[in-house]
């Protein structure tokens, strides 16, 4: 008698959508595009990074939202043409044979909203980042900037798009508690806790850096350097209140460097009054000694590492908002970062254990923390080697793709 040989398992597909892929999904993509039972293909936005071994595949928008369209409803009327632009690819993924198993998406600008036209069997695992507030959040945070009535309409509206990303998902993803918690109760359950993680076999500690400014300065672990790091610079990092603290770092530590990389565009908020940027109105109001001072534009990931590896004070402050990759990095290379005491920077940083905790706002504190850190350097060591290994032992890479694996792994072929 003769036995029927077992048929061969399909490959998982699994779709990536993310406006700026690979985003958030940069490790566990690249994961399952080496892993031979997975087929992975990825959706984004045109002129996104993309990653070497995953097909991206991207859509452009047939025009922007309408300019009179009430200001309430634009992000809203952004997300139907996100959606809609990234519903032709679907269609033309489904038209070509392409059915995914799961699709993983960052549905924050709307790309998955009709999703389940095009795939309504599909495992949908969304990332929710943020749900907006109007107190207890970053909006009002900054006395500085105040919200008003109109304001506050404005980001309840914009959850508009966040409540129909949480009813249509499976399931969500939520990188820290703090930000889980943010997201109604009846979806609460709906949402699972996984960061993404940091890979901590690149970032991680080297007694040999160096890093050589523009001048031609060399900076070595040991020396005295403040460093501070941000996508752009911006007051809900912290920006103002750092450039403001700049002149007593100065003043108390005659031998510092304090090294600033970030652009000069806006992430979140707004451009300022009166001038170009961040940077040029903040340069108006603060007097700093330029040869001390070195304002880097964004630098490539490797020689922001080794910035990462000769800083003996790395400031990380943030309204209440997303967390930043920077400072898990940041102390995943041994550096002693001193944050704000906000959330979710206190998720991570223990006070006095793995790192030290201001006051966002209290500039004279962020300056007398920081000239403690300059002329105690040896003190420090211990609470570096501890923000090490709290990173490696809860935010590591390996523990970020392990999560994402599981949740993909639960849909049924």
Not at 318 to 346: N, Q
């Amino acid at each position: 008698m003769t036995s029927t040989p077992a048929q061969p398992t399909r490959a998982r597909r699994v779709l990536f959508v993310h406006q700026n892929f690979p985003g958030q999904f940069k490790r566990i993509a690249a994961h399952l595009a080496r892993d031979p039972a997975y087929e992975v293909l990825a959706i984004g936005k045109e002129g996104c990074p993309g990653l070497p071994d995953v097909r991206t595949l991207t859509y452009k928008l047939h025009r922007v939202h309408a300019k009179e369209t009430h200001h309430y409803a634009r992000p809203f009327e952004s997300g139907i043409l996100h959606g809609q632009a990234c519903l032709r690819v679907l269609l033309a993924l489904k038209e070509k044979g392409f059915v995914p198993d799961v699709i993983v998406a960052h549905p924050g600008w709307g790309d998955t909203m009709f999703v389940r036209e095009a795939f309504p069997d599909a495992r949908l695992v969304h990332f929710s980042e943020f749900y907006y507030h109007t107190d207890h959040a970053d909006v009002g945070f900054d006395p500085e900037f105040p919200s008003n009535i109109d304001d506050r309409a404005r980001v309840r509206a914009k959850n508009a798009l966040q409540l129909l990303n949480l009813e249509a998902c499976d399931i969500a993803v939520a990188p820290t508690r703090w930000q889980k918690s943010l997201h109604p109760k009846p979806y609460q359950d709906k949402i699972a806790l996984i960061h993404e993680g940091i890979d901590t076999a690149y970032l991680c500690p080297n007694p040999a850096a160096s890093f050589t400014l523009p001048n031609g300065k060399v900076l070595r672990p040991g020396d005295p350097v403040v460093t501070y790091v941000s996508r752009n610079l911006e007051p809900y990092r912290g920006f103002h209140t750092f450039m403001r603290a700049l002149p007593a770092i100065l003043a108390d530590n005659p031998g510092c460097d304090i090294v600033l990389a970030g652009g000069d565009s806006v992430s979140y908020g707004a451009r300022p009054a009166g001038a170009a940027n961040w940077r040029e109105k903040m340069l108006a109001e603060v007097a700093i000694d330029a040869s001390r001072v070195h304002f880097l534009d964004r630098i490539p990931f490797a020689r922001y590492r080794e910035l990462l590896q000769v800083s003996a004070a790395h400031v990380y402050l943030t309204y209440p908002f997303v967390l930043s990759w920077s400072m898990l990095e940041a102390m995943a290379c041994g550096c002693l970062v001193i944050g704000s005491d906000t959330a979710p920077v206190t998720e991570v940083i223990r006070d006095g254990e793995n790192g030290l905790l201001v006051d966002f706002f209290d500039t004279a504190a962020i300056a007398a923390t920081v000239s403690r850190a300059l002329r105690e350097r040896e003190r420090w060591m211990p609470m570096r080697a501890r923000a090490v290994e709290s990173i490696k032992a809860g935010y590591a890479v390996e523990e970020g793709i392990a999560g994402y694996r599981r949740l993909i792994d639960a849909a049924t072929l």
